[in-house]
């Protein structure tokens, strides 16, 4: 039987994630509802990908008996009462990373999904490549021997975007893409948490963070060293170096199809998409979407590769780089 998928929001997020489960098999993967705040906005995008229902607000998402999951890609600051709603409602929901604007808003998502009884992930998309098991299968194994240095770097000219420039839309470069680098390390070091972060960078005039460069300290003189920018493109690659070797994963390696193991290439490439894209490899948000069904027909209440401890505590690193930087949002809550 098919996991049936509500959508919450018309962006361009939502947009390659339709695309992408495209690629999977349609007995397994059905859209049936979208909503956004804008009906015709919803009514466009059912007709532009085959949608039966659509919906001018989410609360009547959120009352659909025949949605069994609903995908979230609304903007940051959304991502709390949004999910609050359809968790409340008895919907799993696949949230769009940042899960919350900080780590007070993820434990809350994380407090309402278990009252509810719900099952809840943060959609980094970049945990679920095939070529993310194989890090994870490579390090397990012991094949670099011990990890003892990750770098990595994302960048891209996003200054003309609304939404990544001003603080009420949850505006800055470490929530949109930063946050890849630090979900990476937290992946290679196993959830550990940093024994220190530095942190320094520029603000855009807006007082959201631009470019920023982080040093997380680990135990064991252990290190992830990052940048982020939204002024430039960058190359976004990243290299994790061990006593036995180091693996290079090139451009995107958020999204990757490439690495390079000990010298040797390895190649996953993604099935192609049957429309046009707005982000690069977008179809690999099938990997995402797969795992979510798996969870689902398991009766999981969340993900052992995404689990919501990962999330509180990219969250909570993030916190402590933008205290560091100087960047407040009005989710900000003391204490």
């Known amino acids: 039987m098919a996991t049936r998928w509500g959508i919450c929001s018309a962006g361009r997020i939502s947009h390659d994630f339709l695309v992408a489960l495209k690629t999977l098999p349609a007995e397994e993967h059905q859209v049936v509802a979208i909503a956004a705040r ?181 135990a064991g003189k252990r290190q992830a060293v990052f940048s982020c920018t939204m002024r430039l493109e960058i190359p976004s690659q990243a290299v994790l170096c061990g006593t036995e070797g180091c693996i290079e994963v090139p451009s995107p390696f958020y999204a990757p199809t490439t690495m390079i193991v000990k010298g040797q290439r390895r190649d996953c490439p993604l099935p192609p998409p049957s429309q046009p894209l707005n982000f690069s490899n977008g179809t690999g948000m099938r990997y995402e979407a797969q795992h979510v069904r798996e969870c689902l027909l398991r009766g999981l209440k969340e993900s052992p590769v995404m689990s919501l401890a990962d999330s509180e505590l990219v969250a909570s690193i993030m916190d402590e780089i933008r205290r560091q930087l100087g960047v407040t949002y009005s989710a900000d809550r003391q204490g």
């Open 38 to 218: 804008d009906l015709a906005r919803a009514q466009e995008y059912a007709q532009k990908h085959g949608i039966p229902r659509a919906y001018g607000s989410y609360e009547e998402l959120a009352r659909d008996p025949h949605v069994d999951v609903v995908y979230v890609g609304v903007i940051h600051p959304e991502h709390l009462p949004v999910g609050r709603l359809f968790l409340g409602a008895g919907k799993p929901v696949l949230l769009e990373k940042p899960l919350g604007m900080d780590a007070a808003e993820v434990r809350e998502l994380a407090q309402v999904a278990r009252t509810h009884g719900v099952f809840l992930m943060e959609a980094f998309w970049t945990r679920f490549f095939p070529l993310s098991e194989q890090i994870r299968q490579l390090l397990a194994q012991g094949a670099l021997g011990e990890v003892t240095l990750l770098r990595a770097a994302v960048g891209h000219p996003m200054e003309n975007i609304p939404r990544l420039v001003e603080k009420k839309l949850g505006g800055g470069a470490i929530l949109d893409i930063g946050c890849y680098c630090i979900q990476l390390a937290s992946m290679v070091f196993g959830g550990e948490k940093p024994e220190s972060i530095v942190a320094s960078g520029f603000l855009y005039p807006s007082g959201v963070d631009e470019t920023t460069s982080v040093i997380l300290n680990y």
